[in-house]
């Protein structure tokens, strides 16, 4: 078991004996999709649901997400399943709004070096301490992830997250090359949680069971997984997301890889 000294972050497993799971759609769709994926959340004694309300879409012609909407639907739902909420924020003038209704914050691989959006929303969180789950750039080093983090320490906020998510490499067989790597480097460069994204590195469902399973064997405190009802019709992302009874088989199998470790998937 690591010995790496244990960082408070409230609300999440931080290097303890927990492996916090953000699950939820890519896209926030309307209240039935969203909630039926938090009642299975809920249902499987996970804490956290995540979901896009604005997207940051390859193709401005894509479904872009449906804004505060979006939001309204995930707080509604969030109470209603005992819930806590985690949702991307991609532009500066959207920190107020998201964190009047979520309870994290997530920057995206696209705004990874985004230092004034950083920068804002460490001073706009200083007080609050809203969790920020901030994912690696698709092409960043480590090193440049953790120096990107310091603009939301120095402004103020340290319940950081960090994120693999993937990079981009010559492969083409996945969506992005997963690096596993970054879970035991982060673990010995830095005191911050790292969480793996397995659903945005696979591209493909039948990827995701074997990335995550790689990734609480490799020590990672926290997944995130993409859940959706009816995947063949998500408005983005659907040959990723895993629909909800496949999920649920998944953390039974990652509960059980997890006890190995002495650790709880929550
Ligand atoms: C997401 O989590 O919905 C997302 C867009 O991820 P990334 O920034 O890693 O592409
Ligand atoms: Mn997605």
Known sequence: ??????????????????????????????????????ECVASLGLHWIRGGAFKPRTNPHSFQGLGEEALQIMQAGSVKYGLKTLTEVMDSEHIDLVSAYCDGIQVGARNFQNFSLLKNIGAKTAVSKK????????????????????????????NIV??????????????????ISAVPVIHK?????????VSHPAGQRDLVPSLARAA?????????????????EALSDG???????????????????AAVFGKKIV
């Open 1 to 38: 078991m690591s010995s790496a000294p244990v960082s408070k972050i409230p609300d999440l497993g931080a290097r303890t004996d927990e492996i916090t799971i953000f699950a939820g759609p890519c896209s926030v769709e309307s209240v039935e999709q969203f909630n039926e994926v938090a």
């Open 131 to 158: 969790m920020v789950l901030f994912k690696r750039g698709f092409a960043g080093t480590i090193a440049e992830w953790l120096s990107a983090t310091e603009y939301l320490t120095l402004a103020g906020n340290d």
């Open 162 to 179: 960090l994120c693999e998510r993937g990079l981009r490499t010559f492969e083409t067989a996945t969506r992005f090359t997963l690096d």
């Open 189 to 197: 460069q830095s005191l911050f949680p790292i969480c793996v994204d």
């Open 216 to 232: 609480v064997a490799a020590g990672a405190d926290s997944i995130m997984i993409e859940v959706h009802p009816n995947p063949p």
């Open 239 to 257: 040959p990723q997301q895993l629909t909800p009874a496949q999920f649920a088989d998944l953390v039974g199998e990652l509960r059980e890889i």
